[in-house]
């Protein structure tokens, strides 16, 4: 088993160009998340699913778009970026129950100039 | 709304010392707890979890109880080594607010061990 991966592991972008995280899980986990990790912030939610076809909003999802068309791969869209989307990324993926673990992907490392 | 709140770090220790990380936590339902551990340049891991009161997880010589009167879920480790130097972030996953595809986390606490 990968687990969960995670693509490109750095990137560098310019304000308003748009790109797309990519994640995938092979455990065929129902649960699939977006976390952004900022010093001093801790992880903050900001998409997650908890099934092909079914998307919801987290803490902090503006600026953000998701879809989840099969249960392996969960993609994060910036569809125009700014500044204050430089940060660390990590997808996460789980079972169906509130006393399951979530399991992480490396993290995308992204800088917006 | 739920919220986790851990002790501010850095915490700095030399090798074989006894480590304490407080972490206390607000929820709506009776969460299951849990603590991650992140190494430089990685993802989090697993660290141990608690599903319910008076639970105690457990792993690699940590351990953390599952304290619901005082609502709380300290981290200890009775002889820390160079090798766990990481950043530590407590969670919590409550069943009313959704269920594990939503944790909430602590800020973190960076432990430095020095040998």
């Known amino acids: 088993n990968a687990g969960v991966t995670q693509t490109p592991k750095f990137q560098v972008l310019k304000t308003g160009q748009s790109m797309t995280l990519q994640c995938a899980q092979d455990?065929?986990?129902?649960?699939m998340s977006w976390y952004r990790q900022d010093p001093g912030m801790g992880l903050r939610l900001i998409h997650y699913s908890v099934g092909a076809g079914i998307t919801d909003q987290g803490e902090v999802p503006n600026g953000y778009n998701v879809s989840r068309s099969t249960t392996e791969d969960f993609p994060l869209r910036l569809l125009s970026a700014a500044p204050s989307q430089t940060s660390v990324y990590f997808c996460?993926?789980?079972?169906?129950?509130?006393?399951?673990?979530?399991?992480f992907g490396p993290g995308t490392r992204l800088t917006v100039t | 709304g739920n919220s986790v709140t851990q002790m501010e770090g850095p915490v700095t220790l030399s090798e074989e010392a006894f480590l304490t990380i407080n972490c206390t936590y607000t929820?709506?339902?009776?969460?299951?707890l849990f603590w991650y551990v992140q190494y430089p340049g990685e993802g989090l891991q697993l660290l141990l979890k608690a599903t319910k009161a008076d639970d105690k997880g457990s792993n690699k010589g940590f351990e953390a109880t599952y304290r619901k009167e005082t609502t709380s879920f300290h981290l200890e480790k009775g002889s820390v080594q160079v090798s766990d130097s990481a950043v530590y972030f407590c969670a919590l996953s409550d069943p009313t607010q959704g269920g594990s595809e939503k944790l909430v986390f602590g800020k973190g606490t960076k432990l430095t061990v020095n040998p």
């Open positions: 455990m065929n986990h129902e649960y």
């Open positions: 996460a993926s789980s079972r169906t129950s509130v006393s399951y673990e979530q399991y």
């Open positions: 929820a709506t339902g009776y969460p299951s």
